[in-house]
Every structure is written in C-alpha cells, then in structure tokens.
C-alpha cells in the first residue's frame, strides 16, 4: 500500500533505534535519524528533536517518532497549521506497545499506523471518529478513488455520526464493504462517478481513476497547447479529471515535455508503449491513419495508447481530437486503473555522488535520488556504502576497471523505463562517471537512451573532504590533476603539472599511484617542487568518512610514493600556504591576501 514519501524514523534512545530497525525492515525506504549523543550509529543524526522534526515536518515528510507523544507533540505545536497539509505524525511507544498517529490521520497517518502496527504485532491507537464508527476515511480514499472535494467531508461525517443514513448512487466495494448507515433513501448520498457532478454538504462525490487519456503530438509542442486540449475535451464531454488514472503515449514522445506537463497537471503517472503495442490495437480504432503508420510504425497513438491501457475490456468514448499539433482520446476501464502495470514509465538516470563514505555528508538530494531508485549501479564497495538506504533494489554490482560497462547497464536500464542510481564516491563529475554517462550519449547513435531523463546529483568531493579535515588549503587558486596515465598519456599530465607549477596553485592529485604505477608521484612532486619551497604543506587525506580514516600533513620534501595509495587524495599547497600549529590541532591555509587589502586600507 503506498503511503506516500519515505517516513523517518526518529529515535532518541538506543532502545528507540532498535525498534526503529525492526519497524525499517517492514518499510522499505525508511530512515532513521538518531539523536546524536544517545543514538551515535544513526545513519543520520540529530541534536535539537524540536529543530530537526520542525524541518522534517516542514518538507512533508511523514514522521514516526520512537518516543513520548507528548514530545513530539511539543517540538511540532508551533508549525502545526493545517489538518489538510499537514504530514503524517505518529508516536509509537519505545517497546513497540503502541503506535498513535497524532496528524494526519485522515492524510496516510492512520494508514501509516497500521503498517507499523502489523509489524509490530499490535493494534493501532486509531482514534479519528469517522474511522472508528464506520470503518472509512472518507477524506482520505483508497488508491485509485479521488474525493472532488474535501470540503463538505466534516458536516457530512457530522450528519453521519449524529445518526443520518446514507445512499450509494454507484459502485465502490471499500464504501459498501465499511459499516456506513446505507439505505436506499438515505438523508445523504456519495455519488460514484465519472462525470462531473456538484458536491454539497449532504453529497459526497468521488471518482473512481477507469479513465485513461491518450496523447499524440508533433516534436516540441508547447505544453500549454496540450493541456489545453485535453482540458477542452474534458468539460465538453463533461468528464471528471479527478477520474483520470494515468495518460499513455507511444515511446517515441517519452521525453516530450508536452506530455509530461500534462500528466503533472492532472495528478497521474504518464505511460509509453512501443508501435507493435500500439499497432495491434489497430481493428478497435476509430480514426486510424496511414501516414501515422509511416511515421512511427502505428495507425494511431492516442486511441491506440488509450485502448491498450483500458484493455480488452474497455472502451473508447472519446475518439482523437486535434489542436494545431497535438491530438487526444479517452478510453474507460472497467476497474480503477493501476498505473504501475500500464506500460513503462520514461525511465530516470541519476548519477550519484554520494561523498567519500560517511553517510552525515551526502546530501539529503543524493539520498532522495537512492531512494527513489529501482535499481543501483556501481563499484561493489561504494553500493555497500548505502547501508539502508539500498535495501529492496535490484543491486548491479561491478569491480573497479569496469567503468563503461557500469554506464552502458544504467543507460540501458534507464531506457527500458527503470529509475536507476549510478552511483559514485566523491562529486560524480570529478574523475568520476557523469563524463562518461555523457561521452557515451554523445558517440554512440542510442536514441532509447537520450529519450530518458538524466541528473546529475553532486557530492562532496575528495578534495573538498580533506580540505575541510585540515582547515582551509584550498583558500585561494586551486587545480586538480589525476596521476593515472591509464587514460591520459603521461606527457599531456606532465605538461599540466609544468602549467600548474608556473601559475602556483594550490594542486589536488587523484590516482596518485597503484601497485604498479608509482613513479609519476615523485615526477609530480619534483615539477612542483621547482617553484614553492621545501617545506610546502602537503595534505595527505585517506579513506575520509570511513572507519580507517587517516589525515597527515607533511613538507613537500617529505613526499613520497610509499606514504599513500589509491584511496589516498593528495594536496599540495602553493608557495603561499602555510601550516600552523593550534591548541585544536595543525591546520593548513592559503591566504586570499586579506593582509595586503589591510595594509592598502592602511596607507
């Protein structure tokens, strides 16, 4: 059952955390956030609860609090607002004995509450007045049903609980099957329909998602003439938009902005099929063309698409209608519509960066990238590196060397309408893979591939880590030059270390050596040694976030290739750099010249 974005899981107490994993394992996708000094292997940590369920509250997200209801019923009372915006909240008790959703009930929470009740073995605290008499929530209907409007819902449940009785005009089992007062002249009425239909405080309209809409359109139209269109055909046929469940296409227009402007507008997942699909529905057409078929290789898009996604079963009952360059039909389905088993989707591919390892310094995009992934591509240790966050998802895993092979899976994946995360240590477009994602796309002739959407989610870098653990090195100019020559031939790497060394940046060095590859440090080394002085510091950063992390800080004189490795990132100060020793620790910086402003300001 879906309920929504991810929740978190807030513990404050060890034993909080254990049953937070425990309810985590029931609920993929969950997060745990741990109080910092009480819960120091959450994966993401906290120290204030007000401030950090505040912000987690702010952004939507669902909260499940390991904790007293009265405290998180403190932290949220100033930003509590709005019963029909606000998220689901619950407070379940720190040895798993309730579960109590304390907002949103009639927005997921009370949903929410019972899946983490089944997991837990218990029943939950359900204690909204509609729920309990009647067993529905009739502001918050089932997938697939949508309520016209919210509201009437309070005076028409107050009727219903002052004892009115209700009249079904339609069809819908989760109504019948709840224990509503229903007779056949009930004081009030829910209308189950299609069409659209005028709600009041005594009728409640909902309408079921049986309708499927489908597009066609010429290269780069507009998106306004789409919605348009299909906004216009709607109200001329008196049809509901709140019925639509989901609008199809042929594959060819996946990465048409037209038409995913459109599903946005009416709430729905937009759908693609390829032209055998579509040209099979070609007996059942009421318009079929055979300049289409030249075209993309079917006799219609927008009847055809609709047709397949009503199935055999269904119906079209608005044939194609035009605007200068867009076309649409409807088709109803005998049944609500799943949108997940219609078509495939336009397929995602988000390059990942996910930082150097410590899970406190990817940000909260790269997380939310993994999460909404089905599949992960990577280096084996980098994808392990996810913990949590990458359970339930189709795992690739590739050994260092296999770069290309990593990127062809994931735009292939991404082209057969998956949402994949092809994920990288440090910033993904440093030495990393979103030029090569890219390079790809641009030599080979793949067209499935540039149909699907792909981002790019930065990381901290590196450099950026090291950086940051010695203080402020890369204060001023600043270059990075990797050392492998597996790629870059040697003399083109030595021509830019001369380049580097003449203009006196400070110079961070990936790929410093490898088992087999070690004199090109000491070559780099020498370079830059013939313009800063001996005692330059040198930052050597290894494995930064993980557990054997190491940061040493040294003189240019003292580099060499038996002191780091592969996982070791390399910073060599400019002639202006400078360590200092502090009772905090030694730090490295390179002035930006505020001294000499000071000194003009002076004069």
């Known amino acids: 059952m879906a309920i929504g974005p991810a929740p978190a899981l807030i513990a404050l107490t060890r034993k909080g955390a254990i049953l937070a994993d425990r309810i985590a394992d029931a609920l993929p996708g969950c997060e745990i956030h741990g109080l910092a000094h009480r819960v120091p292997d959450a994966r993401i940590q906290f120290d204030s609860l007000s401030e950090h369920a505040q912000m987690l509250f702010e952004s939507g997200r669902p909260i499940i609090g390991i904790c007293a209801a009265g405290a998180l019923i403190r932290a949220l009372a100033p930003k509590v607002s709005d019963k029909r915006r606000d998220p689901p909240v619950l407070a379940v008790a720190e040895d798993g004995s309730a579960v109590l959703p304390l907002l949103g009930g009639h927005h997921g929470g009370n949903r929410l509450a019972r899946l983490v009740a089944d997991a837990l073995g218990i029943a939950p605290a359900i204690t909204t007045a509609g729920d309990l008499r009647f067993g529905v929530a009739l502001d918050d209907p089932p997938p697939g049903w949508r309520l016209s409007d919210a509201a009437p819902v309070k005076a028409f449940t107050a009727s219903l609980l002052e004892g009115s009785s209700v009249s079904l005009d339609g069809e819908a089992a989760w109504l019948s099957d709840g224990d509503l007062p229903v007779t056949d002249d009930g004081e009030l009425t829910i209308t189950v329909t299609e069409r659209v239909c005028e709600p009041t405080p005594q009728r409640l309209v909902y309408h079921p998602a049986r309708l499927a809409i489908g597009v066609g359109c010429e290269r780069g139209t507009e998106p306004a003439e789409m919605i348009d269109l299909v906004q216009r055909t709607l109200a001329e046929t008196g049809l509901a938009a709140g019925a639509v469940g989901v609008v199809v296409s042929l594959d060819l227009k996946s990465d048409e902005p037209a038409v995913h402007a459109l599903a946005a507008e009416l709430g729905v997942p937009a759908r ?116 949590r966050s990458g359970l339930g998802k189709a795992r690739h895993d590739y050994a260092l060397g296999e770069e290309e092979a990593r990127c062809r899976l994931a735009l292939d994946l991404a082209a057969q309408g998956r949402s994949v995360a092809l994920v990288s240590s440090g910033d993904p477009g440093i030495y990393a893979m979103a030029a090569l994602v890219f390079e790809l796309l641009d030599r080979d002739e793949r067209p499935d591939w540039r149909r699907s959407e792909i981002a790019v ?128 620790g030694r730090w490295v910086y390179t002035p930006r010249g505020y001294a000499a402003k000071r000194e003009d300001a002076a004069e």
């Not at 495939?344 to 939310?368: F, Q």
Request: proline letters at 7%; hydrophobic letters at 45%; glycine letters at 8%.
């Open 272 to 387: 693609f099929f390829d032209a055998a699909v579509l040209e099979a529905e070609t007996p059942r057409l009421k318009t079929p063309s055979d300049l289409v078929f030249r075209e993309v290789g079917c006799h219609g898009v927008a009847e055809g698409a609709v047709l397949v996604a009503a199935g055999p079963d269904g119906a079209l009952i608005v044939p194609k209608c035009k605007s200068r360059r867009a076309t649409c039909a409807i088709a109803r389905a005998p049944d609500v519509l799943d949108a997940t088993a219609i078509g495939r989707p336009r397929g995602r591919l988000a390059i990942v960066g996910i930082g150097p390892g410590a899970a406190d310094w990817r940000t909260p995009e790269a997380e939310a990238a993994v999460r909404a992934a089905t599949d992960l591509v990577g280096y084996g240790l980098y994808l392990d590196l996810l913990g």
């Open 457 to 584: 989610v930065p990381g901290i870098s590196a450099l950026q880590a090291a950086a940051a653990r010695t203080g402020a090195p890369l204060g001023h100019d600043f270059c990075a030059i990797s050392l492998s020559d597996l790629l870059t031939p040697w003399p083109v790497i030595e021509r830019r270390l001369r380049a580097a060394a003449e203009a006196d940046f400070v110079v961070a060095l990936y790929n410093p050596v490898s088992r087999r590859r070690t004199r090109q440090l000491s070559a780099a080394r020498d370079i830059l040694a013939g313009s800063r002085p001996a005692d330059t510091p040198v930052v050597l950063a290894r494995n930064l976030g993980r557990g054997d992390e190491s940061v040493e800080i040294i003189a240019l004189s003292e580099l060499t290739a038996d002191r780091v490795d592969m996982l070791t990132v390399v910073l060599i100060g400019a002639s202006s750099s400078r360590a200092i020793a502090a009772p905090s």
